[in-house]
């Protein structure tokens, strides 16, 4: 048996049914929904279509994405958490076309209440604090 992975780290019983896993859509994380058949959903789940940023229903999770390391201190960060049910937060080892990591794995370490809860290599994956 090898290391454990991220894929068997949440695949291990730990996301409950409802909740989604907070991700960046250009880290690959998408397989989150395959290796779970279907269980482990991210908040982006496949790279939405051009422009999605614009449009406002995705203005919360685009929030939350963006601002989670805050979660200690901004009310709306907490209430989108709630909201989407996110309680694992998931930081991809590459992203595609080298692109920047949204998702601020650094940050979010070091916010009071959030416990790094797996690490290997560049992935991590992080847990919020209970609602």
């Not at 290391?3 to 068997?8: D, E, K």
Request: hydrophobic share 40%.
């Amino acid at each position: 048996m090898g290391a454990p992975t991220a894929a068997t780290f949440l695949l291990e019983g730990r996301v409950r049914p409802g909740e989604l896993v907070l991700n960046d859509h250009r880290d690959g994380s998408v397989w989150l929904v395959d290796a779970s058949g279907g269980v482990d959903r991210p908040v982006f789940a496949g790279k939405p279509g051009g422009g999605f940023e614009a449009h406002p229903e995705w203005a919360d999770r685009l929030y939350l994405r963006d601002h989670v390391a805050q979660i200690d201190t901004d009310p709306r960060v907490r209430a989108i958490a709630e909201k989407w049910h996110v309680r694992y937060v998931f930081s991809g080892e590459r992203t595609f076309a080298d692109a920047p990591r949204l998702v601020d794995a650094d940050a979010l370490a070091s916010t009071p209440g959030v416990t790094e809860v797996f690490r290997s290599g560049d992935a991590r994956i992080f847990e919020l604090p209970a609602r």
